[in-house]
Nanobody
Framework: QVQPVESGGGLVQAGGSLRLSCAAS????????MGWFRQAPGKGRGFVAA???????TYADSVKGRFTISRDNVKNTVYLQMNSLKPEDTAVYYC?????????????WGQGTQVTVSS
């Protein structure tokens, strides 16, 4: 199994950029699908971006063209580069890891990192 740990959150002005990192322990990292989710105050947790074990990538419509997900299987790390940030991107961002045959919610989740975008 893997245990994700997020970092890189913080406070940024609208239009700015942040890069989130998710370091995952475990020797099987490269065989897991990795994803980023976020939860804004008073809202449910929603999908942001995912990268499969084979490199396939998907994004939520709200972040397409602004966010980029990538992974480094040598460093056991997945990244989320966030550009052109908007106040509505403010949320706790969670990293998740799951074997390809499973759904996200039965996978492994980090504790989250806060991203705050000021207007």
């Amino acid at each position: 199994q893997v245990q994700p740990v997020e970092s890189g959150g913080g406070l940024v002005q609208a239009g700015g950029s942040l890069r989130l990192s998710c370091a995952a322990s475990g020797r099987t990292f490269s065989s897991y699908n990795m994803g980023w989710f976020r939860q804004a105050p008073g809202k449910g947790r929603g999908f942001v971006a995912a990268i499969t074990w084979s490199g396939g990538i998907t994004y939520a419509d709200s972040v397409k063209g602004r966010f980029t997900i990538s992974r480094d299987n040598v460093k056991n790390t997945v990244y989320l580069q966030m550009n052109s940030l908007k106040p509505e991107d403010t949320a706790v961002y969670y990293c998740a890891a799951t074997p390809p045959a499973n759904n996200w919610y039965s996978g492994f989740w980090g504790q989250g990192t806060q991203v705050t975008v000021s207007s």
